[in-house]
């Protein structure tokens, strides 16, 4: 089945750093979506991306849906403390079974 | 209010137990999911539901069972809880693309 490749697994910064995380398919996708997921609470919808090469930001965060339609990227810029917790992407693969797919999250921590 | 919720937040039952995970939502979505979270791996879908009517396995539905009593409802069971499937467990709701999460039921299996 599809299968999705997020990296890295987990990130140690400093506050005010900007911060790169990436996932990436052997195969199509039609939508990425990107979620953060608080400690001990569930993942909560970020940035949606529907279009091959669209780029959309909310805030300090900033997606894009790769051209090859076969990866998609995160930015998070001047991060802050509150930026700790896991980053999901996860997407619906070219079969539309209406099944998402999950990367397996990449951790950030941020150091005041 | 929260528009998914999650019942019980967290469980510790004992290896063989039944144990029965709720979800509710208020989103109006006929569209309902469960998930598990283990550490590293990701969320990894156990069934989906896309109306009453219908009930689908995932990709780790093995020594689980789910029923969907309305629109608004979708239960998940283990019927012999064991060791391994001791992790975080979310149902989701959607109408489209874009799924929403509850809060999540940290269960336990000694």
């Known amino acids: 089945g599809q299968q999705l490749n997020q990296s890295p697994q987990s990130m140690f910064i400093q506050e005010g750093e900007d911060v790169s995380m990436n996932c990436t398919s052997s195969s199509i996708f039609n939508t990425w979506l990107w979620y953060k997921q608080d400690p001990g609470e569930g993942p909560v919808l970020l940035i949606a991306?529907?279009?091959?090469?669209e780029l959309t930001s909310n805030g300090r965060l900033t997606a894009q849906f790769g051209i090859t339609r076969k990866d998609s990227f995160l930015n998070i810029s001047a991060s802050i403390p509150s930026d700790v917790g896991i980053y999901f992407c996860a997407g619906h693969g070219s079969s539309n079974t209406g099944k998402l797919i999950f990367g397996q999250g990449t951790t950030l921590q941020v150091k005041p | 209010d929260a528009d998914v919720t999650q019942t019980p937040r967290n469980r510790i039952t004992k290896t063989g137990k039944r144990i029965m995970l709720e979800c509710s939502q208020t989103?109006?979505?006929?569209?309902m999911y469960w998930y598990r979270q283990d550490p590293g791996l990701g969320l990894r879908l156990i069934y989906y539901?896309?109306?009453?009517?219908?009930?689908n396995k995932g990709e780790i539905s093995d020594g689980y069972s789910v029923s969907r009593q309305a629109q608004a409802k979708f239960s998940l069971s283990l019927e012999s809880a064991i060791p391994n499937q001791t992790a975080l467990y979310f149902c989701a709701t959607s109408v489209s693309d874009t799924q929403y999460f509850g809060p999540g039921t940290r269960l336990t299996v000694l």
């Open positions: 539901s896309f109306d009453v009517k219908d009930i």
């Open positions: 989103k109006g979505h006929d569209r």
């Open positions: 991306l529907y279009k091959a090469g």
